[in-house]
């Protein structure tokens, strides 16, 4: 006979690099099993990052499939599973026929850079070619990042799309609202929702009147019939329709960041929180007014738990390039086979030996907001080994974090004392230490890392109608920490600092405006293409001398 641990509650986490579906003890916030599906990123183009929809869908069931299983296997009635939480990649674009339930394209990732020149296009439209002009709607500049360009691109470039629309047949979501929609149903009565945290980062949401923007629309030409119902984030939306979990209602949603916030329980105003995971994201609550940076930092809805209940802000620094440079060692270079590899390459050296690492590989995030920038390797020298590109690559996820924690600490204007970790890369102790080296103060670890997880499943208990977990501080179950403190001087760290700013400058203006399909190709470049002909030539002309 199967065990009853008291209510349980499912979350699943949808991330650039993976889908996971974990279960928690709703009285004790005890992860109890989980599954975890790999999934590929394609690259058509340079710049280019899509995902198919239908893998992403089929990761999902998959991973509720299997920790059922697991489940069942360790004895527990999966019967006592009161609820779900979805938690996802934000800003990734979908579109599809809601007749047929098929993506009309594959999804635009969040860290895609095809639609530069939709943005340089759109900024022509606008006086004084200002980036930020809806940020006291939005809270965001206007980036190739968020989901409104995406979708203008899509809507400008595929034909089956813009049929879709001038039919009535197409539904735009983010990632959260593709899987909600199909796991409710799909083409059979699924629910066409988001959240609010989600649709804060598309730039068509307005985020005081918590409603979609008419006149953010009209500039994006987004028809607004084809955009979900926003929704708070802890509610029941639907029910499971399909599978072991058929019947068991999805009832919360958050952005993966917003997520981890709850996850780590940052319900107070100067609260605050740093995932690491394909990219990093510091958030800190700023209760329930949104306040605005003046130091590149994005204006956020935080979470809103419940239909009646107040939206909570945030402030957020954004960097798009973290686990993902690790990734990028391990399949682009080789230099190592895993990445606890490259943890284990960068232990053996200590140091980067002078050569630093900017991985903007989709332009600079916050707070540079440069989407000129390219990646970079400077201070190479015959000494320079694969170790201490290794090293210099884990360093520049901590010399990021320092750019945003330092505009974070001039917006809010009370420093942090300590920053709170989470996601997959706070596993890497070397990392955790050079953070803390390079911010000089203490940097601690939850002892249960899934945090974003965690957050959608707090989120889905406590909604009206399921009500198995509470959100009451009091209830709260205590976190233990890791706790790292700085090793090295203010001084070191200052100077390591000062270069790594070097070498970020060095990184600005590589790339030029690519042109409208988004092809930004080298071999579109005349210069380029002058020198491959003079090269072939010049070779040509050596074999014709040399008598070969």
């Given amino acids: 006979m199967a065990a009853s641990l008291g209510p349980l ?28 599906v790999e999934l590929k990123q394609e690259f058509p183009r340079e710049g280019w990052v899509e995902q198919d929809p239908k893998e992403i869908l089929d990761s999902v069931y998959e991973c509720v499939e299997r920790t059922c299983e697991k489940m069942k296997e360790l004895n527990i009635d999966i019967a006592n599973i009161r609820a779900i939480g979805v938690t996802n990649q934000r800003e990734t674009t979908v579109v599809w026929d809601k007749t047929t339930g098929e993506p009309l394209y594959n999804a635009i990732v969040w860290l895609d850079l095809r639609t530069q020149s939709t943005v340089e296009r759109l900024l022509k439209r606008i006086p004084g070619k200002n980036k930020t002009f809806s940020k006291f709607k939005t809270g965001l500049p206007l980036s190739t990042y968020f989901s409104a360009v995406k979708l203008r691109w899509l809507l400008d470039n595929v034909e089956e799309i813009k049929k879709a629309v001038e039919d009535g047949r197409a539904m735009f979501g983010t990632i959260d609202s593709w899987l909600i929609w199909s796991l409710t149903g799909g083409a059979n009565g699924g629910i066409h929702c988001t959240d609010v945290t989600n649709a804060s980062r598309t730039m068509l949401f307005n985020i005081h009147s918590l409603e979609w923007d008419p006149e953010l629309c009209k500039f994006f030409e987004i028809p607004m019939e084809i955009l979900p119902n926003v929704r708070s984030s802890s509610e029941i939306y639907g029910v499971m329709e399909s599978g072991a979990l058929t019947g068991v209602p999805i009832s919360g949603c958050l952005g993966d960041q917003h997520a981890a916030l709850v996850g780590q329980m940052c319900f107070q105003d100067g609260q605050a929180k740093n995932t690491y995971g394909t990219g990093c994201f510091l958030l800190c609550n700023t209760g329930q007014k949104s306040v605005f940076s003046d130091h590149g930092l994005l204006t956020t809805i935080a979470y809103k738990m419940g239909k009646d209940k107040p939206a909570f802000y945030a402030l957020e620094g954004s960097v798009a390039i973290a686990g993902a440079v690790v990734r990028w060692l391990r399949d682009n270079l080789g230099i190592a086979k895993t990445s606890l590899e490259v943890e284990k390459l960068a232990a053996e050296v200590g ?12 332009g600079l995030y916050a707070p540079y907001w440069e989407p000129s920038a390219r990646g970079i390797i400077c201070g190479l020298t015959q000494f320079t080994n694969k170790n201490h590109i290794a090293f210099a690559a884990l360093e520049a996820v901590c010399f990021q974090t320092r750019e945003i924690l330092d505009a974070m600490n001039k917006d809010c204007g009370i420093p942090l004392s300590q920053l709170q970790v989470d996601g997959g890369m706070t596993n890497n102790k070397i990392l955790m230490q050079l953070q803390s080296d390079i911010l000089c103060i203490p940097v601690v670890k939850p002892s249960m890392a899934e945090t974003t997880a965690l957050g959608a499943a707090m989120a889905a208990g406590a909604a009206e109608g399921v009500e198995v977990w509470s959100l009451n501080p009091g209830d709260l179950t205590a976190v233990t920490w890791e706790r790292f403190e700085p090793q090295i001087n203010p001084e070191e760290s200052e100077y390591r600092y000062a270069r790594w700013k070097k070498a970020v400058m060095k990184s600005m203006g590589w790339e030029a405006s690519t042109s409208s399909n988004g092809d930004s190709s080298i071999f579109s470049s005349l210069p380029f293409s002058v020198f491959i002909m003079s090269s072939m030539l010049m070779l040509i002309g050596a074999k014709y001398l040399s008598g070969k």
Wanted: charged share 10%; hydrophobic share 40%.
């Fill in 9 to 36: 509650v499912g979350a699943i986490d949808q991330g650039t690099s993976s889908t996971r579906f974990l279960v928690f003890n709703a009285a004790t916030a005890e992860l109890l099993s989980h599954h975890q």
């Fill in 351 to 362: 140091t980067s030996y002078g050569c630093y690492f900017v991985p903007a590989f989709s």
